[in-house]
């Protein structure tokens, strides 16, 4: 890994930093809605003037990201640039997404239960109920491997097959989600794992089963979708943590642990 022996002028100003604190509420907050996977799964947000992705660093659960402290600034190429620590080796998801993404600002890659295992079905997810609401259209399916994405061209085919939408599978290995904020591709993560735990309960019970329609669908999405909706849900999760933390609960601790860089 190259990394640059110095870091750029005025690297995080105070703005940077709040938002970069609520990245790391959102890594925490998808370790509750059970996106944890051991040390694995990353978040990113773009730069705001553009010199490349702050990244959360190697190392760390997504429980035990605290702040700005837990992030490094990567380059478009992978060179890091400025923060404490190493960058992931899947660094290429995030920078190929937000290369071809101008709405995306924050991305993810996690591996929850639910949803690497439909991660290896060929079927389409279909939405039971609300949570798949909120894909529109099935998420794709990247079926070019399912080993680790650590090349530049393995991880621009995966944001060419992304396209447009909000989800992607990763087949027999896990999901990337994304958003136009930290809230919305937090509450797309968490949403995808409950329509993918729904999607397989219904198909493991035998019975027949519907789904809503397209313009059903199309209704319902403006509704639970939209900004004021996300952000209030955000704050939801947001409130649950606040309740982990505060009760001492043993995989949340409130204060930072002794892990090294």
């Known amino acids: 890994m190259e990394k640059s022996s110095q870091a750029p002028s005025n690297v995080m100003t105070a703005e940077l930093k709040s938002d970069l604190d609520e990245l790391a509420v959102a890594c925490r907050i998808l370790e509750m809605e059970g996106h944890g996977s051991r040390m694995l799964g990353h978040m990113a947000l773009r730069d705001p003037e553009g010199r490349g992705v702050w990244l959360k660093r190697a190392g760390l659960a997504l429980s035990e990201v605290f702040d700005h402290r837990d992030f490094v600034l990567i380059d478009f190429d992978g060179k890091q640039l400025a923060g404490d620590g190493k960058r992931h080796s899947e660094w290429p998801i995030h920078t190929e997404i937000m290369k071809r993404r101008d709405d995306i600002f924050v991305t993810a890659h996690s591996h929850p239960f639910h949803g690497r295992v439909f991660s290896a079905a060929t079927e389409p997810l279909r939405p039971v109920a609300n949570a798949g609401i909120y894909f529109t259209v099935p998420p794709p399916r990247f079926e070019l491997t399912s080993e680790l994405i650590r090349t530049v061209d393995v991880a621009a085919a995966m944001a060419e097959a992304l396209a447009d939408n909000p989800a992607i599978f990763l087949r027999n290995h896990g999901v990337v989600f994304c958003g136009e904020s930290t809230a919305q591709a937090t509450i797309?993560?968490?949403?995808?794992?409950?329509?993918?735990?729904?999607?397989?309960?219904?198909?493991?019970?035998?019975?027949?089963?519907?789904?809503?329609?397209?313009?059903?669908?199309?209704?319902?999405?403006?509704?639970?979708?939209?900004?004021?909706?996300?952000?209030?849900?955000?704050?939801?999760?947001?409130?649950?943590?606040?309740?982990?933390?505060?009760?001492?609960?043993?995989?949340?601790?409130?204060?930072?642990?002794?892990?090294?860089?």
């Open 188 to 261: 797309m993560g968490i949403r995808l794992e409950e329509a993918c735990r729904e999607h397989l309960t219904m198909a493991a019970s035998g019975l027949a089963w519907s789904t809503p329609g397209p313009a059903e669908v199309a209704r319902k999405s403006k509704g639970i979708g939209g900004p004021a909706a996300i952000r209030a849900n955000f704050e939801f999760h947001r409130r649950r943590l606040a309740a982990l933390e505060a009760r001492g609960h043993p995989a949340f601790p409130a204060r930072r642990l002794d892990v090294g860089h």
